[in-house]
């Protein structure tokens, strides 16, 4: 008969890692309600789309979880369409807006470039704008219907919005919190004013 050997099997034991435990959130929790507006089908004309749109709007969305009082609105849009989303932003009060060039690709999939009549492909990646704006919970309804009322084209790769909650926000110049350091008056002529 012949002996059997068996190799010694590997014991895994906790990794100590030098980052905080964070808390785990049940997802099973989660439960969101949904509204369907029945002004969603509003015909409008807009010479900067040359053509008629039915007007959309997001489902509203009754409730946030989990409930805050700040939330980041990101807008993954396309780049021509940034300076009619950023004006319609500013005429409605909203200042405070982060812009970057980003890459990405969604339903309609990456571009391919002619080089001497041969098609070339180093990616599948489009060129991108993401917007980021901080608001308070009352306003990000009306922002999320001015950036797809002036970002639509109806067309695939029109972009996507994301609604993130924000815990907190403080304004590095002078260390407030909240409320007070999330609104955007002033600028140079309220630093002056808080000087004094």
């Known amino acids: 008969m012949a002996a059997t050997t068996t190799k010694p099997t590997a014991l895994l034991l906790p990794f100590p890692s030098p980052l905080p435990k964070l808390p785990h959130f049940a997802s099973s ?26 007007l959309v709007k997001a489902q509203a969305s009754l409730d946030y979880v989990p409930d805050f009082k700040f939330y980041k609105v990101e807008a993954i849009l396309r780049p021509w369409r940034i300076q009619n989303v950023s004006s319609a932003l500013l005429k409605m009060g909203i200042r405070g807006v982060t ?23 180093e990616d599948n ?13 009352e306003q990000v309804e ?23 909650p924000i815990s907190d926000v ?27």
Do not use: C, W
């Open 170 to 196: 403080i304004r590095v110049r002078t260390g407030e919190r909240g409320e007070r350091a999330e609104r955007m008056t002033g600028g140079r002529s309220d630093m002056a004013v808080d000087r004094v």
């Open 29 to 54: 929790s989660f439960t969101p309600n949904f509204a369907v507006r029945f002004s969603q089908f509003n015909l409008v004309y807009k010479p900067s789309n040359r053509r008629i749109l039915p």
């Open 125 to 137: 990646f489009v060129a991108k704008v993401k917007m980021e704006i901080v608001v308070v919970k």
């Open 99 to 121: 812009v970057s060039e980003v890459k990405g690709f969604g339903s309609q999939g990456g571009s391919t470039e002619r080089h001497g009549g041969s098609e070339f492909s």
């Open 142 to 164: 009306a922002v999320i219907d001015k950036i797809i009322e002036e970002a639509r084209t109806g067309e695939i790769g029109d972009g996507k919005i994301f609604v993130i």
